[in-house]
């Protein structure tokens, strides 16, 4: 499939758009790493599209003292892909990735 002809005006809305996007997810990030906010907190946000677009790993990646060969582990455990999204997780995985990370974000 070809990529559609942009004009430059919609080449600099999607580019700001994306670095909203990358400044965001950096955010949450950051937030979770430090704990201020919980994984149970980021998977409420249903209708955030920044969480929803996130890879499950990279999120996983992002909780203190929670790392590649963790989440592997975990997501392996639970039958969650590696290129699964947040806005893809069943119900049960969600459920699966709360009880075994909990609010404190350990394994």
């Known amino acids: 499939m070809a990529l559609p002809k942009l004009t430059p005006e919609e080449k600099r809305k999607a580019l ?17 790493k430090r704990g201020a906010i919980s994984l149970r907190d980021v998977l ?4 955030d599209e920044v969480v929803q677009k996130m890879r499950v ?3 996983l990646q ?28 069943g119900a049960r995985q969600r459920e699966a990735l ?10």
């Open 57 to 59: 790993a990279y999120l």
């Open 44 to 47: 409420a946000r249903e209708d």
């Open 62 to 89: 992002s909780l203190p003292q929670v790392g590649k060969v963790t989440t592997n582990r975990v997501m392996k455990d639970i039958g969650i892909h590696a290129n699964r999204r947040v806005q893809g997780l």
């Open 16 to 32: 700001a758009k994306a670095q909203e996007m990358r400044s965001r997810r950096a955010r949450l990030r950051q937030d979770l």
């Open 98 to 107: 709360l009880e075994r990370f909990g609010d404190t974000g350990r394994a």
